[in-house]
């Protein structure tokens, strides 16, 4: 049973005499007076057909675990899904960290109040940086895409162009959020890909360079998973027109791949994510943008960037805010860019994770692989009417073709299911494909994962 309570155990100040004290010292007479500018044709005055409030802690709990429970989980299933969010392994001290208080509930602050999140996040900034082949790196932005954003944003203040090519090898969502981030006064061209080995196509892209372009941005891995050999060489051509490169990189691939700094890039984009924290409903999202420490560079991060500094007292060294006036916290509207709450905490995470794995780790956790992503290809060719898309490299995502078993990729995923697995994911709606999935293998994955997964393609496909 429940009613409706005047007091509400989730609504702060909700108890009648703390509502009318705070009334009282607004000068209102009720609560409705808060919203008397707003007109009457925007303005709800029914009863919204939706169940009586769980008052309850106890109770509501039980409702929302009954409500969890209806979900197939990548814990319980076997979980081939990529494509932005991977499946990695998370070492146990990564979840410690995240849920210290003192991490947990930090909010911004400053020197004198955050020093523990600041060294923090000094820490990630160092270790990206030294992954990447860059000396500076940002604040965690809301996920890679926003982080390629950004740095669009950045490379065309740089030179003072209005074009940005585009990779169309990239995730779909990262190049929706790149448009509309750059509208109105930035234009986004895509580049195409080779259809034959997924890389980027160097002829459209130098048909496509000019003066006013600003960057250009590629993946490598690509998002179609092949591995981007042609890296030198695009930089090579974008420089012939003073152009600015960005790179949009797996974290855990550098450990086997060049760093993009050393291959002749300007930016390195990409997500936390793959770095000790969960899959997780869209969430454990976390965008990184790293740079050469010039002031061309910083000068241009709208976002708060943290370094070692001297203090009053002489030979000390604190964490602090470093080129502060440039942002909108301290220029306002006269900022570089809009910067607002972002994933700090993941960031924090990340940091946790490159210091567990060190170079050596990184380094066999992208060997391991590599070799998983080889032996699965050379199974999965094996079942009749199914083919690897690409005959390329490829890193932790591949493309796979099933357009020659006369089944589409919702029915074999959804057969798949049935399995106790989660297939590819469906690209045919975002690449010119036809019935295509891309499939993701990580550490977490182990040879009999692999040869169930083939074993439960071969038995539908037939």
Known sequence: MSRTHDVHPYIPNSEPRVKRQMLDFLGMESSEDIYREIPEALRFRGTLDIPEPILSEYRLQRHVEALLKKNRNTKDNLCFLGGGTWKHHVPAVCDTIIGRDEFL??????????????????????????????????????????????????ASRTLGRKEVLFARNSGPSRRSIVHNYCLPDIAVREIAYDPATGLLDL?????????????????????????????????????????????GADPTSLGVLEAPGLQGAD?????????????????????????????????????????????ST??????????????????????KDFIGTCAALHG???????????????????????QR??????????????????????????????????????????ALLDFGIFGGKDVSKDFP??????????????????????????????
């Open 314 to 335: 002489e030979g000390e060294y604190g964490f602090g805010e470093v080129f502060y006036e440039r942002t909108s916290y301290a220029s306002r509207e006269k900022g």
């Open 267 to 311: 930016y390195a984009v990409g997500d936390f994510q793959p770095l000790g924290l969960h899959m997780s409903y869209g969430g454990g999202l976390g965008g990184f943008i790293c740079t050469r420490d010039s002031k061309a560079f910083v000068g241009e991060y709208p976002s708060l960037l943290f370094g070692i500094c001297e203090t």
């Open 105 to 154: 509930t930090a909010y911004v602050g400053d020197a004198y109040s955050d020093h523990g999140k600041f060294q923090a996040l000094f820490e990630t900034s160092s270790m990206l940086g030294e992954l990447t082949g860059f000396e500076a790196c940002s604040t965690p932005t809301y996920d890679w895409g926003n982080a390629a954003a950004i740095a669009c944003r950045m």
């Open 203 to 247: 002829a459209d892209l130098q048909r496509c360079l000019n003066a006013d372009t600003a960057a250009v941005y590629f993946e490598n891995p690509t998002y179609l998973g092949t591995i981007e050999t042609q890296a030198e060489e695009i930089c090579r051509l974008a420089r012939s027109v003073g152009a600015l490169v960005i790179v």
């Open 373 to 414: 992503v080889a032996y699965a290809k050379e199974l999965l060719a094996r079942i009749p009417g199914v083919k690897i898309a690409f005959d390329s490299i490829s890193y932790s995502d591949f493309l796979v073709d099933f357009n020659g078993t006369g089944r589409t990729v919702a029915d074999i995923d959804g």
């Open 348 to 370: 924090i995470v990340a940091g946790v994770y490159l210091a567990l794995m060190g170079p050596q780790g990184l380094v066999e956790l992208g060997e391991g692989i590599l």
């Open 433 to 462: 494909v036809g019935q295509s999935a891309l499939f993701s293998i990580t550490e977490v994955h182990e040879k009999e994962d692999i040869e169930r997964l083939v074993a439960a393609l071969t038995a539908i496909c037939r």
